[in-house]
């Protein structure tokens, strides 16, 4: 198989994966954040790619009015963002974190800000289909024998994604910070009596999360179109990221985002493009069936 | 001295029934005390008030002289009060030396913290045997020790324990008591609830009987051992058992 | 000594409260069906109030249908619109081939639905709350796809269908009676499931599903036969809308808001009461309507829609009849369990 790949019997499918599986970083990204928020606090945010979206707006104006680099525009987005998201936990989601059917209600309820946002931003940016356009996103690399195709802009973003899921995992790993969130993710009653605040660990997460959307939603701006209610199309997609890799894992969620942006790749060139999200949804609806707990994780349930 | 002092505690869950109906606890500084009484006495409850995880609705708790009753579960714990809850109180992902580390979270200090926790791995061989396995691989003996040596890393001033003993094998619960003596030698006042009431008795200076939520009884552990009221309605099915 | 009398006294006292407030209901109903008469006499144009009305007939129907899955057993769909777009495609598709009337092929339709509730019933119930909910709005987007590379059914253009042949002045009459019958029909359903067995199993499911199973409730044959009865009746309505609309697309149907309202009124109404939906219908629609008028935009709409739900589930999660119930508050003319 691999000596195929290397003679260039697969030469088609190699590109194909290469054009897929460079926008992997960014779906890992964009997962990541909701990965974090549902570990640490049990929440589904329905609204997550709606924070995305409110990132991509504005980078899209930071591009097209102070001519600021999409990619620059992740150092507003992400502070923006967090402080937004520490607001939106304080005032729709804090309370009740405790009570049964927590999980459940804040689907319900981050379904009602996602329609919140989704009214604001369709007030706000009717009309076209928007999308940054930096020059390096009508540019190309070449390489290997084959003289395969590597849009940049997807190889920038790739680049960029992993510095920041790598960023965040190290956080995770050794600061203090990070052990208090990954010690409230596995067990928040004990956390607690080791002296860890967990309100504030959970509203410190939630906007890391949100932060994470922010600069997901940088890169999404110059790599794909958004309009104010495709978001809904993200929900699923980015859920069965990690329903897949696991729900609260974050090593889950990148390798869950890798494997289904390249299924989802050869499946749009072998059936048509339009096939391609179904895989997504496909995916999710199997993986549900077949192993609720997914590749790394622990099983969602009524929690 | 009196280190912690409870009054006219009342509590429950959420808008339920009150579980605590007026309790009061004195705890002397340097003593091992143990809390016995039937199931839904409301002995956890007690515990988890004293802590912070669960308001109460009416009375006070004091400690070294200061009202207590009102702060968060971290500050109580700043002020030295350490709860072990009963099972599951691990982070089960984490290693053993992360546990610990987890312990020592209060003391934002990363050098105090690895001095103590050399000093347990020095009490406690095994875990320092066990510092890279993850907590849930380790036995229910070995995961208790491990959340008992977590609480003494901040070498609190009480420590409570709510039930070590639970589904650990005999000579493990043996073991567990004699770390609860250690918890004792290192100065540590303990306040600790036991269903296996005669053995908790046994290593306690001083002992309070619960029932729906009151006081029925305390005094000197040995007394209520002795007592033959108290050996009848909280002691008698060990006494039966004891007499097969 | 004394509690004899004033029981006796108690009991008439009960019974002719209820007797009146069957009378009223009555009389609404009644009043309801008299109603789109009076544009004959009056020859007032009371079209636009026709059309209002039907449009509350409907949501209440398509709320209470949602209301016995997601209010009884508690299971929350965000996908429901899918039985909606069956349901309008079906009865659609039927009258273009071979120009059978919605009307007729309503009932129809709504078996039809039912089947596809119970195939993806037997897959998805079988996981709880929040992973049920995601997996609900994926089937919205899976079939939103399908039906948008559908050519047949007309794709992302949708069918154009025949107007009815009615004079203008009645064009709405049989939509309007139609969804007025559905919305009895109904509501009385969900009323006679709340006081059945089948409800009461439904009920145990929602507080404590693993309890359910262990008294000998067969809880997924329940909550599957709940979700094809939820299923029934809003492919019926969409059958019917279809027609009214006289053109069908799959963003009239498949729109993530459709289901979003449904929930909505339901749990504004109150979740699990019979009434609750009926109410969360009227408010709803009477609020939509005045965004729209007010402010013309379909945005605010959206926005309002978010924020009324937010609001309800933050300060009044038993919704309406369920907060004033709980403060002894609710007339006994909404009080229908």
Known sequence: MITDFLNGEYVHEVQILIFSLTLGGVYALMASGLTLVFGVMRIVNLAHPAFIFIAAYISYYAFTELNLDPMESILINVPLMFIFGVIVYRVFLASGADQPRYTEKTVLLTFALALMIEGVLGYLFTGANRSTTPTYTTEVFFTGEAQYLVPKAQLYALLMSLVLIIFTWSFLQFTRMGYAIRATMQNRAAAQTVGVNVKWVSTFSFGMGTALAGAAGALMSFLFSFFPNTHWEWVALLLSLIVLGGMGSLVGAVVGAFLLAGTAGLVSDAYGPSWSPLTFYAALFLILLIRPQGLFGKKLEMT | ?244 | ?337
């Not at chain 2, 009150?18 to 091992?32: F, M, P």
Request: with cysteine.
């Open chain 2, 1 to 244: 001295m009196t280190l912690l002092e409870v009054k006219g505690l009342v509590a429950g869950y959420g808008s339920g029934p009150d579980i605590l109906r007026g309790i009061d606890l004195t705890l002397e500084a340097g003593q091992i005390q143990c809390i016995i009484g039937p199931n839904g006495a409301g002995k956890s409850t007690l515990l988890k008030v004293i802590c912070g995880i669960l308001k109460p609705r009416d009375g006070e708790v004091i400690f070294e002289g200061e009202s207590i009753t009102r702060l968060r579960p971290d500050q109580v714990l700043k002020k030295g009060i350490c709860f072990v809850p009963q099972e599951r109180s691990l982070f089960p992902h984490m290693t053993v030396g992360e546990n610990l580390r987890m312990g020592g979270y209060a003391l934002k200090n990363a050098r105090e913290t690895r001095k103590r926790i050399k000093e347990i791995y020095r009490q406690f061989p095994t875990l320092k045997q066990k510092r890279w396995q993850a907590a849930n691989q380790l036995s229910g003996g070995q995961q208790q020790m491990l959340a008992m040596g977590r609480a003494m890393v901040l070498s609190p001033k009480i420590v409570l324990l709510d039930e070590p003993s639970l589904g650990l094998a005999p000579l493990i619960v043996e073991h567990i008591f004699e770390i609860v003596r250690q918890f004792k030698e290192n100065g540590i006042t303990v306040l600790m609830v036991e269903q296996n009431a005669h053995k908790g008795l046994e290593f306690a200076d001083w002992g309070l009987v619960l029932d729906l939520g009151k006081n029925v009884f305390d005094g000197p552990a040995d007394t209520i051992l002795a007592d033959p009221r108290i050996q009848e309605l909280y002691l008698g099915t060990r006494r039966v058992q004891e007499g097969i």
């Open chain 3, 1 to 337: 000594m004394t509690s004899v009398p004033v029981s006796a006294q108690e009991q008439p006292l009960v019974r002719s409260k209820l007797k009146s407030k069957h009378s009223i209901l009555g009389l609404i109903i009644l009043l309801l069906f008299l109603f789109p008469l009076t544009q004959l006499i009056t020859a007032n144009n009371l079209n636009y109030y026709l059309h209002l009305m039907l449009f509350i007939f409907m949501y209440i129907a398509m709320a209470s249908s949602w209301n016995i899955l997601g209010g009884y057993a508690g299971y929350i769909s965000l996908g429901h619109n899918v039985f909606f777009a069956v349901g309008g495609y079906f009865s659609s598709y039927l009258l273009l081939r071979d120009g059978y009337s919605p009307f007729f092929t309503a009932p129809i339709a709504g078996f039809v639905a039912m089947a596809l509730a119970f195939l993806v019933g037997f897959i998805t119930l079988r996981v709880r709350g929040p992973a049920f909910i995601i997996s609900t709005i994926a089937l919205v987007l899976v079939f939103r796809i399908r039906l948008d590379n559908w050519e047949r059914l007309g794709g992302a253009n949708g069918l154009k269908l025949p107007l009815i042949d009615l004079p203008v002045e009645q064009i709405k009459f049989p939509f309007y009676y139609g969804m007025l019958i559905l919305a009895i029909i109904t509501v009385y359903t969900s009323y006679r499931i709340r006081h059945s067995k089948f409800g009461l199993g439904l009920r145990a499911i929602s507080q404590n599903e693993t309890k359910a199973e262990a008294s000998g409730i067969p809880t997924s044959f329940y909550k599957i036969f709940a979700f094809a009865i939820s299923g029934y009746f809003v492919g019926v309505a969409g059958a019917m809308w279809g027609y009214y609309l006289t053109y069908i697309t799959p963003s009239i149907f498949l729109l993530i808001l459709v289901g979003a309202q449904m929930v909505l009124m339901c749990i504004l109404g109150g979740r699990g009461t019979v009434a609750g939906p009926v109410i969360g219908a009227i408010i709803m629609i009477g609020t939509n309507e005045f965004f729209l008028s007010e402010f013309g935009s379909s945005e605010l709409n959206i926005f309002g829609t978010g924020a009324i739900l937010a609001a309800v589930l933050l300060f009044f999660p038993e919704g309406i009849v369920g907060s004033l119930r709980k403060i002894g508050r609710l007339p006994a003319i909404l009080d229908w369990d």
